[in-house]
Protein backbone atom coordinates (compact mmCIF):
# COMPACT_ATOMS: atom_id res chain seq x y z
CA UNK A 1 0.00 0.00 0.00
CA UNK A 2 1.86 3.25 -1.14
CA UNK A 3 0.35 5.39 1.16
CA UNK A 4 0.71 9.33 1.09
CA UNK A 5 -0.35 12.22 4.07
CA UNK A 6 -3.19 14.16 1.77
CA UNK A 7 -1.70 17.39 1.98
CA UNK A 8 -3.19 19.03 -0.89
CA UNK A 9 -6.60 18.14 1.25
CA UNK A 10 -4.76 19.11 4.51
CA UNK A 11 -3.70 22.63 3.06
CA UNK A 12 -7.34 23.05 1.77
CA UNK A 13 -9.09 22.68 4.50
CA UNK A 14 -6.97 24.88 7.17
CA UNK A 15 -6.18 27.75 4.74
CA UNK A 16 -8.93 28.12 3.31
CA UNK A 17 -12.23 26.38 5.37
CA UNK A 18 -10.68 26.16 8.87
CA UNK A 19 -9.39 29.79 9.21
CA UNK A 20 -5.49 28.68 9.80
CA UNK A 21 -4.18 32.42 10.31
CA UNK A 22 -6.66 32.99 13.60
CA UNK A 23 -5.10 29.53 14.94
CA UNK A 24 -1.23 31.10 14.16
CA UNK A 25 -2.26 34.30 15.73
CA UNK A 26 -2.75 32.78 19.24
CA UNK A 27 -0.61 33.36 22.05
CA UNK A 28 2.42 31.31 22.54
CA UNK A 29 2.17 30.38 18.46
CA UNK A 30 4.70 33.10 17.26
CA UNK A 31 7.47 31.51 16.23
CA UNK A 32 4.91 29.12 13.22
CA UNK A 33 4.00 31.16 10.40
CA UNK A 34 1.95 29.63 7.27
CA UNK A 35 5.54 28.91 5.39
CA UNK A 36 6.67 26.73 8.76
CA UNK A 37 3.40 24.63 9.45
CA UNK A 38 2.99 24.00 5.84
CA UNK A 39 6.88 22.63 5.59
CA UNK A 40 6.28 21.11 8.62
CA UNK A 41 2.83 18.97 7.53
CA UNK A 42 5.25 17.96 4.01
CA UNK A 43 7.90 16.54 6.46
CA UNK A 44 5.51 14.42 8.51
CA UNK A 45 4.59 12.99 4.96
CA UNK A 46 8.65 11.95 4.28
CA UNK A 47 8.55 10.75 7.91
CA UNK A 48 5.65 7.99 8.06
CA UNK A 49 6.45 6.81 4.45
CA UNK A 50 10.07 6.22 5.22
CA UNK A 51 10.07 4.89 9.14
CA UNK A 52 6.39 3.64 9.74
CA UNK A 53 5.23 2.18 6.84
CA UNK A 54 8.31 0.33 5.95
CA UNK A 55 7.80 -1.50 9.76
CA UNK A 56 4.04 -1.86 9.49
CA UNK A 57 3.88 -5.31 7.99
CA UNK A 58 6.32 -6.44 10.54
CA UNK A 59 4.52 -5.20 13.37
CA UNK A 60 1.54 -7.11 12.07
CA UNK A 61 3.90 -10.90 11.78
CA UNK A 62 5.98 -11.49 13.90
CA UNK A 63 4.79 -8.49 16.19
CA UNK A 64 6.09 -7.48 19.58
CA UNK A 65 7.37 -10.78 21.57
CA UNK A 66 7.82 -11.29 25.25
CA UNK A 67 11.06 -13.34 26.55
CA UNK A 68 11.52 -13.99 30.30
CA UNK A 69 10.03 -10.85 31.52
CA UNK A 70 10.77 -8.58 28.88
CA UNK A 71 8.93 -7.05 26.19
CA UNK A 72 10.82 -6.97 22.32
CA UNK A 73 9.26 -4.01 20.13
CA UNK A 74 8.73 -5.71 16.63
CA UNK A 75 11.54 -5.61 14.37
CA UNK A 76 12.24 -1.77 12.97
CA UNK A 77 10.10 -0.16 15.45
CA UNK A 78 12.83 0.54 17.35
CA UNK A 79 15.01 2.34 14.63
CA UNK A 80 11.28 4.09 13.74
CA UNK A 81 11.47 4.96 17.48
CA UNK A 82 14.93 6.42 17.76
CA UNK A 83 14.54 8.45 14.35
CA UNK A 84 10.84 9.66 16.10
CA UNK A 85 12.53 11.21 19.42
CA UNK A 86 15.44 12.41 17.19
CA UNK A 87 13.46 14.67 14.91
CA UNK A 88 11.36 15.84 17.52
CA UNK A 89 7.97 14.11 16.59
CA UNK A 90 7.32 13.62 19.72
CA UNK A 91 7.69 16.64 21.07
CA UNK A 92 6.07 18.29 18.41
CA UNK A 93 3.05 19.99 20.72
CA UNK A 94 4.25 19.64 24.11
CA UNK A 95 5.54 23.24 26.25
CA UNK A 96 8.73 24.51 25.26
CA UNK A 97 9.13 24.80 29.05
CA UNK A 98 9.94 21.43 28.95
CA UNK A 99 11.60 20.55 25.39
CA UNK A 100 8.89 20.42 23.18
CA UNK A 101 8.13 22.34 20.41
CA UNK A 102 4.83 23.88 21.51
CA UNK A 103 3.06 23.27 17.68
CA UNK A 104 -0.54 23.93 17.29
CA UNK A 105 -2.52 20.84 17.94
CA UNK A 106 -4.24 21.05 14.19
CA UNK A 107 -0.53 20.62 13.17
CA UNK A 108 -0.40 17.41 16.07
CA UNK A 109 -3.60 16.40 14.15
CA UNK A 110 -1.43 15.72 11.26
CA UNK A 111 0.79 13.47 13.07
CA UNK A 112 -1.18 11.72 14.42
CA UNK A 113 -3.18 10.94 10.81
CA UNK A 114 -0.17 9.89 9.31
CA UNK A 115 1.22 8.19 11.90
CA UNK A 116 -2.38 6.18 12.13
CA UNK A 117 -2.64 5.72 8.19
CA UNK A 118 1.16 4.18 7.92
CA UNK A 119 1.41 2.20 10.66
CA UNK A 120 -1.46 2.32 14.17
CA UNK A 121 0.17 -0.16 16.30
CA UNK A 122 3.56 2.23 16.73
CA UNK A 123 1.65 5.17 16.29
CA UNK A 124 0.23 4.27 19.92
CA UNK A 125 2.91 4.82 22.02
CA UNK A 126 3.11 8.14 21.09
CA UNK A 127 -0.23 8.69 21.91
CA UNK A 128 0.24 7.37 25.76
CA UNK A 129 3.58 9.54 26.06
CA UNK A 130 1.05 12.55 25.20
CA UNK A 131 -1.74 11.50 27.47
CA UNK A 132 0.93 10.70 30.12
CA UNK A 133 2.80 14.52 29.85
CA UNK A 134 -0.91 16.04 29.56
CA UNK A 135 -1.72 14.36 33.02
CA UNK A 136 1.39 15.44 34.46
CA UNK A 137 0.80 18.91 33.28
CA UNK A 138 -2.86 19.13 35.19
CA UNK A 139 -1.84 17.17 38.36
CA UNK A 140 1.73 16.63 39.03
CA UNK A 141 3.58 17.74 41.71
CA UNK A 142 6.40 20.71 40.56
CA UNK A 143 9.07 17.42 41.54
CA UNK A 144 6.91 14.85 38.78
CA UNK A 145 6.85 17.42 36.45
CA UNK A 146 10.32 18.92 36.33
CA UNK A 147 11.73 15.10 36.82
CA UNK A 148 9.33 13.21 34.25
CA UNK A 149 7.87 15.77 31.96
CA UNK A 150 11.39 16.44 30.11
CA UNK A 151 11.90 12.62 29.55
CA UNK A 152 8.55 11.96 28.40
CA UNK A 153 8.67 14.72 25.86
CA UNK A 154 11.86 13.99 24.12
CA UNK A 155 10.88 10.12 24.16
CA UNK A 156 13.74 8.85 26.09
CA UNK A 157 11.08 7.03 28.40
CA UNK A 158 7.61 6.37 27.68
CA UNK A 159 4.38 6.36 29.61
CA UNK A 160 1.37 3.99 30.45
CA UNK A 161 -2.17 4.10 31.52
CA UNK A 162 -3.29 1.65 33.90
CA UNK A 163 -6.82 1.30 34.52
CA UNK A 164 -8.76 -2.12 33.25
CA UNK A 165 -8.60 -5.14 35.19
CA UNK A 166 -9.67 -8.94 35.05
CA UNK A 167 -13.29 -8.42 36.46
CA UNK A 168 -13.75 -4.52 35.53
CA UNK A 169 -13.35 -2.66 32.39
CA UNK A 170 -15.25 0.68 31.70
CA UNK A 171 -16.62 0.51 35.64
CA UNK A 172 -13.60 1.94 37.23
CA UNK A 173 -15.36 2.19 40.44
CA UNK A 174 -14.81 -1.61 40.51
CA UNK A 175 -11.13 -1.42 40.68
CA UNK A 176 -9.44 -3.47 43.42
CA UNK A 177 -5.67 -2.83 42.49
CA UNK A 178 -4.75 -1.25 46.25
CA UNK A 179 -2.12 1.01 47.52
CA UNK A 180 -0.38 1.53 50.84
CA UNK A 181 1.14 4.18 52.29
CA UNK A 182 5.02 4.21 52.96
CA UNK A 183 7.03 5.46 56.18
CA UNK A 184 8.72 7.89 53.65
CA UNK A 185 5.67 9.53 51.47
CA UNK A 186 5.59 6.61 48.58
CA UNK A 187 2.81 3.86 48.17
CA UNK A 188 3.21 0.73 47.58
CA UNK A 189 0.80 -0.88 44.78
CA UNK A 190 -0.53 -4.25 44.80
CA UNK A 191 -3.33 -5.38 41.73
CA UNK A 192 -3.33 -6.87 38.19
CA UNK A 193 -3.90 -4.61 35.38
CA UNK A 194 -5.30 -5.96 31.99
CA UNK A 195 -5.02 -4.69 28.12
CA UNK A 196 -2.54 -2.20 28.63
CA UNK A 197 -1.11 -0.43 25.98
CA UNK A 198 2.64 -0.36 25.41
CA UNK A 199 3.05 -2.00 28.70
CA UNK A 200 6.52 -2.59 28.29
CA UNK A 201 8.72 -2.70 25.42
CA UNK A 202 12.50 -2.21 24.82
CA UNK A 203 12.84 1.31 23.14
CA UNK A 204 12.88 3.75 25.51
CA UNK A 205 15.45 4.02 28.94
CA UNK A 206 12.52 3.58 31.39
CA UNK A 207 8.46 3.48 31.63
CA UNK A 208 6.28 5.75 33.92
CA UNK A 209 3.49 3.90 34.45
CA UNK A 210 0.18 5.93 35.77
CA UNK A 211 -1.89 3.50 37.60
CA UNK A 212 -5.50 3.52 39.38
CA UNK A 213 -5.61 2.24 42.75
CA UNK A 214 -7.64 2.87 45.72
CA UNK A 215 -5.94 3.82 49.13
CA UNK A 216 -6.28 1.01 52.01
CA UNK A 217 -9.43 2.10 54.46
CA UNK A 218 -10.54 4.65 50.85
CA UNK A 219 -14.43 4.33 50.26
CA UNK A 220 -15.83 2.13 47.96
CA UNK A 221 -16.59 3.41 44.16
CA UNK A 222 -14.85 5.66 41.75
CA UNK A 223 -14.72 8.57 44.63
CA UNK A 224 -12.18 6.66 46.60
CA UNK A 225 -9.45 6.10 43.83
CA UNK A 226 -6.48 8.14 43.85
CA UNK A 227 -3.71 7.94 40.62
CA UNK A 228 -0.25 7.02 41.37
CA UNK A 229 3.04 7.10 38.91
CA UNK A 230 5.58 4.48 39.34
CA UNK A 231 8.92 3.82 36.67
CA UNK A 232 9.53 0.55 35.79
CA UNK A 233 13.41 1.29 36.63
CA UNK A 234 14.14 2.95 40.12
CA UNK A 235 15.72 6.60 40.03
CA UNK A 236 18.72 8.17 41.61
CA UNK A 237 18.24 11.53 43.53
CA UNK A 238 19.05 13.41 40.41
CA UNK A 239 16.26 11.66 38.42
CA UNK A 240 18.69 9.73 36.43
CA UNK A 241 17.64 6.21 35.78
CA UNK A 242 19.25 3.15 37.50
CA UNK A 243 19.64 -0.07 37.14
CA UNK A 244 17.17 -1.39 39.70
CA UNK A 245 14.15 -2.63 38.52
CA UNK A 246 10.65 -1.88 40.17
CA UNK A 247 8.47 -5.11 41.37
CA UNK A 248 6.79 -4.87 38.36
CA UNK A 249 6.12 -7.99 36.47
CA UNK A 250 4.63 -8.78 32.38
CA UNK A 251 2.66 -11.46 33.26
CA UNK A 252 1.50 -11.67 29.10
CA UNK A 253 1.13 -9.98 25.63
CA UNK A 254 -2.49 -10.47 24.63
CA UNK A 255 -2.90 -12.63 21.44
CA UNK A 256 -4.87 -10.02 19.71
CA UNK A 257 -7.35 -9.45 16.46
CA UNK A 258 -4.79 -6.43 15.29
CA UNK A 259 -2.34 -4.26 16.03
CA UNK A 260 0.19 -6.98 16.96
CA UNK A 261 3.08 -4.22 16.78
CA UNK A 262 1.68 -2.47 19.98
CA UNK A 263 2.00 -4.92 22.98
CA UNK A 264 -0.91 -4.85 25.07
CA UNK A 265 0.06 -6.19 28.15
CA UNK A 266 -1.56 -7.97 31.55
CA UNK A 267 0.67 -6.60 34.62
CA UNK A 268 1.20 -7.53 38.02
CA UNK A 269 2.20 -5.10 41.10
CA UNK A 270 3.25 -6.43 43.94
CA UNK A 271 4.56 -3.69 46.40
CA UNK A 272 5.23 -1.63 43.69
CA UNK A 273 6.67 1.67 44.73
CA UNK A 274 5.05 4.58 43.43
CA UNK A 275 3.96 8.22 44.43
CA UNK A 276 0.12 9.65 44.09
CA UNK A 277 -0.68 12.30 41.50
CA UNK A 278 -2.45 15.36 42.98
CA UNK A 279 -4.56 14.41 45.91
CA UNK A 280 -5.82 11.21 47.42
CA UNK A 281 -9.80 10.10 46.00
CA UNK A 282 -9.06 12.47 42.82
CA UNK A 283 -7.46 9.74 40.99
CA UNK A 284 -10.45 10.10 38.15
CA UNK A 285 -10.44 13.09 37.63
CA UNK A 286 -6.71 13.18 36.77
CA UNK A 287 -7.07 10.10 34.95
CA UNK A 288 -10.21 11.85 32.87
CA UNK A 289 -7.04 14.54 31.79
CA UNK A 290 -5.54 11.92 29.63
CA UNK A 291 -8.61 9.48 28.92
CA UNK A 292 -10.31 12.72 26.92
CA UNK A 293 -6.46 13.09 25.39
CA UNK A 294 -6.56 9.99 24.32
CA UNK A 295 -10.44 10.03 23.32
CA UNK A 296 -9.40 12.66 20.42
CA UNK A 297 -6.65 10.81 19.64
CA UNK A 298 -8.63 7.85 18.56
CA UNK A 299 -10.52 9.83 16.27
CA UNK A 300 -7.93 11.19 14.79
CA UNK A 301 -6.61 7.29 14.19
CA UNK A 302 -9.91 6.13 12.42
CA UNK A 303 -9.63 9.13 10.25
CA UNK A 304 -5.89 8.28 9.57
CA UNK A 305 -7.41 4.72 8.67
CA UNK A 306 -10.24 6.11 6.65
CA UNK A 307 -7.87 7.66 4.32
CA UNK A 308 -5.42 4.76 4.06
CA UNK A 309 -8.45 2.78 3.03
CA UNK A 310 -9.76 5.04 0.69
CA UNK A 311 -6.56 5.55 -0.84
CA UNK A 312 -6.02 1.74 -1.51
CA UNK A 313 -9.36 1.26 -3.07
CA UNK A 314 -9.15 4.06 -5.41
CA UNK A 315 -5.94 3.36 -6.54
CA UNK A 316 -7.26 -0.55 -7.15
CA UNK A 317 -10.16 0.41 -8.36
CA UNK A 318 -8.42 2.27 -11.28
CA UNK A 319 -6.39 -0.62 -11.90
CA UNK A 320 -8.12 -3.35 -11.26
CA UNK A 321 -9.84 -4.57 -15.12
CA UNK A 322 -13.17 -6.09 -14.43
CA UNK A 323 -16.20 -6.26 -16.72
CA UNK A 324 -17.44 -3.80 -19.47
CA UNK A 325 -18.82 -0.44 -18.09
CA UNK A 326 -22.59 0.17 -19.00
CA UNK A 327 -22.41 2.50 -22.62
CA UNK A 328 -19.08 3.48 -24.03
CA UNK A 329 -16.04 1.11 -23.40
CA UNK A 330 -13.22 2.93 -21.06
CA UNK A 331 -10.66 0.87 -21.98
CA UNK A 332 -11.61 -0.17 -25.53
CA UNK A 333 -8.42 -1.52 -26.52
CA UNK A 334 -7.96 -4.19 -23.35
CA UNK A 335 -9.80 -7.11 -22.35
CA UNK A 336 -12.06 -5.17 -19.99
CA UNK A 337 -12.54 -2.18 -18.06
CA UNK A 338 -11.29 -0.55 -14.87
CA UNK A 339 -13.48 -1.00 -11.39
CA UNK A 340 -13.82 2.31 -11.58
CA UNK A 341 -15.84 2.23 -14.71
CA UNK A 342 -18.96 1.11 -13.12
CA UNK A 343 -21.84 3.45 -11.42
CA UNK A 344 -21.78 1.60 -8.26
CA UNK A 345 -17.78 2.19 -7.67
CA UNK A 346 -17.67 5.20 -8.41
CA UNK A 347 -21.10 5.77 -6.17
CA UNK A 348 -19.12 3.84 -3.34
CA UNK A 349 -15.64 6.22 -4.06
CA UNK A 350 -17.18 9.44 -4.15
CA UNK A 351 -19.52 8.97 -0.97
CA UNK A 352 -16.67 7.66 0.98
CA UNK A 353 -14.94 10.90 -0.15
CA UNK A 354 -17.03 13.00 0.53
CA UNK A 355 -17.24 11.48 4.13
CA UNK A 356 -13.59 11.34 4.58
CA UNK A 357 -13.39 15.47 3.67
CA UNK A 358 -16.25 16.77 6.03
CA UNK A 359 -14.64 13.66 8.80
CA UNK A 360 -10.82 15.41 8.80
CA UNK A 361 -12.64 19.12 8.93
CA UNK A 362 -14.63 17.84 12.04
CA UNK A 363 -11.34 16.86 13.11
CA UNK A 364 -9.40 19.62 12.58
CA UNK A 365 -11.97 22.15 13.79
CA UNK A 366 -11.99 19.74 17.16
CA UNK A 367 -8.42 20.22 17.52
CA UNK A 368 -8.41 24.02 16.93
CA UNK A 369 -10.89 24.11 19.33
CA UNK A 370 -8.06 22.71 21.47
CA UNK A 371 -5.57 24.95 20.28
CA UNK A 372 -8.05 27.98 21.59
CA UNK A 373 -8.69 25.89 24.91
CA UNK A 374 -5.20 26.20 25.44
CA UNK A 375 -3.66 29.19 24.05
CA UNK A 376 -6.50 31.66 23.85
CA UNK A 377 -6.34 35.11 25.32
CA UNK A 378 -8.59 35.39 27.86
CA UNK A 379 -9.85 32.83 30.82
CA UNK A 380 -13.57 33.65 29.06
CA UNK A 381 -12.44 32.61 25.34
CA UNK A 382 -10.66 29.50 26.67
CA UNK A 383 -13.57 28.57 28.79
CA UNK A 384 -15.94 28.58 25.84
CA UNK A 385 -13.78 26.43 23.84
CA UNK A 386 -12.56 23.90 26.49
CA UNK A 387 -16.92 24.00 26.62
CA UNK A 388 -17.33 22.93 22.86
CA UNK A 389 -14.64 20.46 22.96
CA UNK A 390 -16.11 19.11 26.00
CA UNK A 391 -19.25 18.33 24.09
CA UNK A 392 -17.64 17.12 20.53
CA UNK A 393 -15.01 14.64 21.83
CA UNK A 394 -17.61 12.07 22.39
CA UNK A 395 -18.84 12.26 18.93
CA UNK A 396 -15.43 12.70 17.65
CA UNK A 397 -14.03 9.51 19.00
CA UNK A 398 -17.05 7.56 18.28
CA UNK A 399 -17.94 8.76 14.85
CA UNK A 400 -14.08 8.53 13.58
CA UNK A 401 -13.68 5.17 14.76
CA UNK A 402 -16.46 4.07 13.45
CA UNK A 403 -15.84 6.03 9.91
CA UNK A 404 -12.35 4.42 9.83
CA UNK A 405 -13.96 0.70 10.30
CA UNK A 406 -16.47 1.41 7.71
CA UNK A 407 -13.72 2.69 5.38
CA UNK A 408 -11.35 -0.35 6.01
CA UNK A 409 -14.75 -3.01 5.33
CA UNK A 410 -15.27 -1.03 1.93
CA UNK A 411 -11.39 -1.27 0.57
CA UNK A 412 -11.94 -4.83 1.55
CA UNK A 413 -14.80 -5.14 -0.70
CA UNK A 414 -13.81 -3.01 -3.53
CA UNK A 415 -10.88 -5.45 -3.77
CA UNK A 416 -12.85 -8.40 -3.83
CA UNK A 417 -11.38 -11.52 -3.08
CA UNK A 418 -7.91 -10.33 -3.32
CA UNK A 419 -9.55 -7.73 0.05
CA UNK A 420 -10.01 -10.85 1.89
CA UNK A 421 -6.06 -12.09 1.98
CA UNK A 422 -3.11 -10.63 3.73
CA UNK A 423 -1.15 -9.46 0.02
CA UNK A 424 -3.21 -5.75 -0.34
CA UNK A 425 -2.57 -5.15 3.34
CA UNK A 426 -6.16 -4.12 3.86
CA UNK A 427 -7.44 -6.78 5.94
CA UNK A 428 -4.82 -5.53 8.49
CA UNK A 429 -6.65 -2.04 8.06
CA UNK A 430 -9.85 -4.06 9.21
CA UNK A 431 -8.25 -5.69 12.29
CA UNK A 432 -6.04 -2.82 13.33
CA UNK A 433 -8.67 -0.18 13.86
CA UNK A 434 -11.93 -2.39 15.16
CA UNK A 435 -10.11 -1.67 18.66
CA UNK A 436 -10.50 2.04 17.91
CA UNK A 437 -14.39 1.77 18.30
CA UNK A 438 -13.73 -0.22 21.97
CA UNK A 439 -10.84 1.39 23.68
CA UNK A 440 -11.21 4.66 25.66
CA UNK A 441 -14.77 3.49 25.36
CA UNK A 442 -17.03 2.60 23.20
CA UNK A 443 -19.48 4.10 21.41
CA UNK A 444 -22.26 3.31 23.88
CA UNK A 445 -20.32 4.78 26.42
CA UNK A 446 -19.31 7.97 24.15
CA UNK A 447 -23.03 8.43 23.80
CA UNK A 448 -23.93 8.22 27.54
CA UNK A 449 -21.47 10.47 27.61
CA UNK A 450 -22.51 12.77 25.30
CA UNK A 451 -26.60 13.26 26.68
CA UNK A 452 -26.28 12.51 30.61
CA UNK A 453 -22.97 15.09 31.12
CA UNK A 454 -22.36 17.10 28.52
CA UNK A 455 -26.14 17.91 26.54
CA UNK A 456 -28.12 17.44 29.47
CA UNK A 457 -25.52 19.17 31.94
CA UNK A 458 -25.63 22.55 30.12
CA UNK A 459 -29.27 22.38 29.32
CA UNK A 460 -28.41 22.10 25.73
CA UNK A 461 -26.79 25.56 25.88
CA UNK A 462 -23.30 24.70 23.75
CA UNK A 463 -25.52 22.29 21.22
CA UNK A 464 -28.01 25.10 20.66
CA UNK A 465 -25.13 27.66 19.99
CA UNK A 466 -23.80 25.22 17.22
CA UNK A 467 -27.47 25.11 15.60
CA UNK A 468 -27.36 28.87 15.59
CA UNK A 469 -23.87 28.76 14.25
CA UNK A 470 -25.02 26.14 11.35
CA UNK A 471 -28.08 28.30 10.53
CA UNK A 472 -26.10 31.62 10.69
CA UNK A 473 -23.11 29.90 8.01
CA UNK A 474 -26.57 28.60 6.41
CA UNK A 475 -27.75 32.17 5.51
CA UNK A 476 -24.33 33.28 4.05
CA UNK A 477 -24.07 31.05 1.41
CA UNK A 478 -24.03 31.38 -2.08
CA UNK A 479 -27.28 31.79 -4.36
CA UNK A 480 -25.31 29.20 -6.58
CA UNK A 481 -25.23 26.72 -3.92
CA UNK A 482 -28.93 26.34 -2.59
CA UNK A 483 -29.17 22.86 -2.55
CA UNK A 484 -26.26 22.68 0.04
CA UNK A 485 -27.92 25.48 1.92
CA UNK A 486 -31.43 23.73 2.27
CA UNK A 487 -29.29 20.62 3.16
CA UNK A 488 -27.59 22.33 5.91
CA UNK A 489 -31.04 24.29 7.20
CA UNK A 490 -32.60 20.35 7.29
CA UNK A 491 -30.03 19.54 9.60
CA UNK A 492 -29.69 22.06 11.90
CA UNK A 493 -33.39 22.06 12.20
CA UNK A 494 -33.26 18.25 12.82
CA UNK A 495 -30.01 18.55 15.64
CA UNK A 496 -32.27 21.29 17.28
CA UNK A 497 -35.24 19.06 17.17
CA UNK A 498 -33.41 16.32 18.74
CA UNK A 499 -31.45 17.85 21.25
CA UNK A 500 -34.80 19.21 22.17
CA UNK A 501 -36.34 15.91 22.75
CA UNK A 502 -33.15 14.72 24.55
CA UNK A 503 -33.50 17.65 27.27
CA UNK A 504 -37.36 16.63 27.83
CA UNK A 505 -37.68 13.00 27.32
CA UNK A 506 -36.90 10.81 30.73
CA UNK A 507 -33.55 9.67 30.97
CA UNK A 508 -34.15 5.79 30.60
CA UNK A 509 -35.65 6.72 27.35
CA UNK A 510 -33.09 8.78 26.13
CA UNK A 511 -30.14 6.69 27.18
CA UNK A 512 -31.61 3.98 24.96
CA UNK A 513 -31.85 6.54 21.96
CA UNK A 514 -28.17 8.26 22.98
CA UNK A 515 -26.30 6.18 20.30
CA UNK A 516 -28.91 7.84 17.65
CA UNK A 517 -28.62 11.13 19.10
CA UNK A 518 -24.70 10.84 18.91
CA UNK A 519 -25.04 9.70 15.33
CA UNK A 520 -27.25 13.14 14.49
CA UNK A 521 -24.96 15.23 15.91
CA UNK A 522 -21.89 13.59 13.97
CA UNK A 523 -23.91 13.89 10.88
CA UNK A 524 -25.26 17.34 11.28
CA UNK A 525 -21.91 18.30 11.69
CA UNK A 526 -20.30 16.63 8.56
CA UNK A 527 -22.71 18.50 6.91
CA UNK A 528 -21.65 21.89 8.58
CA UNK A 529 -18.08 21.12 7.42
CA UNK A 530 -19.60 19.95 3.86
CA UNK A 531 -20.94 23.02 3.50
CA UNK A 532 -18.09 24.75 4.26
CA UNK A 533 -16.02 23.09 2.45
CA UNK A 534 -18.46 23.73 -0.61
CA UNK A 535 -18.40 27.45 -0.17
CA UNK A 536 -14.71 27.67 -0.17
CA UNK A 537 -14.47 25.29 -3.16
CA UNK A 538 -16.75 27.78 -4.88
CA UNK A 539 -15.07 30.39 -4.05
CA UNK A 540 -11.94 29.04 -5.50
CA UNK A 541 -10.09 31.49 -4.31
CA UNK A 542 -6.61 29.55 -2.90
CA UNK A 543 -3.71 28.48 -4.56
CA UNK A 544 -5.43 25.20 -5.79
CA UNK A 545 -6.60 24.32 -9.44
CA UNK A 546 -9.98 24.80 -10.65
CA UNK A 547 -10.30 20.97 -10.96
CA UNK A 548 -9.61 20.40 -7.65
CA UNK A 549 -12.16 22.94 -6.36
CA UNK A 550 -14.62 21.05 -8.31
CA UNK A 551 -13.89 17.97 -6.88
CA UNK A 552 -14.59 19.30 -3.41
CA UNK A 553 -17.38 20.49 -4.33
CA UNK A 554 -18.95 17.16 -5.61
CA UNK A 555 -17.28 15.51 -2.82
CA UNK A 556 -19.31 17.77 -0.22
CA UNK A 557 -22.14 17.26 -2.53
CA UNK A 558 -21.64 13.56 -2.36
CA UNK A 559 -22.23 13.51 1.74
CA UNK A 560 -25.08 15.90 1.68
CA UNK A 561 -27.09 13.62 -0.59
CA UNK A 562 -26.15 10.14 0.31
CA UNK A 563 -24.49 10.29 3.50
CA UNK A 564 -26.44 12.75 5.47
CA UNK A 565 -29.97 11.39 4.75
CA UNK A 566 -29.00 8.33 7.44
CA UNK A 567 -29.51 11.11 9.93
CA UNK A 568 -33.44 10.89 9.17
CA UNK A 569 -33.46 7.35 9.89
CA UNK A 570 -31.63 7.86 13.30
CA UNK A 571 -34.04 10.78 13.96
CA UNK A 572 -36.88 8.27 13.93
CA UNK A 573 -35.38 5.65 15.91
CA UNK A 574 -34.15 7.73 18.35
CA UNK A 575 -38.02 8.82 18.83
CA UNK A 576 -39.67 5.56 18.04
CA UNK A 577 -41.42 3.27 20.18
CA UNK A 578 -43.79 3.66 23.45
CA UNK A 579 -42.26 5.46 25.99
CA UNK A 580 -40.50 2.70 28.43
CA UNK A 581 -40.23 0.21 26.31
CA UNK A 582 -36.96 -0.07 26.49
CA UNK A 583 -36.82 -0.35 30.31
CA UNK A 584 -38.84 -3.37 30.37
CA UNK A 585 -37.34 -4.85 27.57
CA UNK A 586 -35.75 -7.62 30.12
CA UNK A 587 -39.37 -9.43 30.03
CA UNK A 588 -38.33 -10.18 26.18
CA UNK A 589 -34.56 -10.73 26.17
Known amino acids: MDYQLPQRDITFLLDEVLNLDDTLALPGYEHCDKDTFFAVVDAINGFVRDNLATCNEAGDSPGAKLVDGQVYAAPGF ?28 VLHAALREGMAGTNLAFALIHELNFGVVEALMAYGSDDQKTVYVPQLTNGNWAGTMNLTEPHCGTDLGLIRTKAVQNDDGSYAITGNKIFITWGDHDMSENVAHLILARVEGAQPGPRGLSLFLAPKYMLDADGNTTDTQNTITIAGIENKMGIHGS ?109 EAHRSATPEARKAADAKLSVLTPV ?37 VRITEIYEGTSAVQARDLVTRKVRGDSGAVMKGFVADMLADADALPAELADVQTALRDAAARLGRCTDWVLSTAQGDVLSGACDYLEVVALSFSAWMAARIAKAAHAGTGAQSADYYADRLDCARALLVRALPRALSHEMILQAGEPGMICRADRCI
Open 263 to 371: PTCAISFEDTKAWIVGEEGKGLAAMFVMMNAARLSVGQQGLGIAEAAIQTATAYAHERLQGRADGEAWNPAGPADPLVAHADVRRRLLTAQGEMDAGRAFAYFGASLLD
Open 396 to 432: LKSYLSEMGSRMANEAVQMHGGHGFIKDYGVEQLVRD
Open 78 to 105: GDAYKVFCEDGWNALALEEEYGGQQLPF
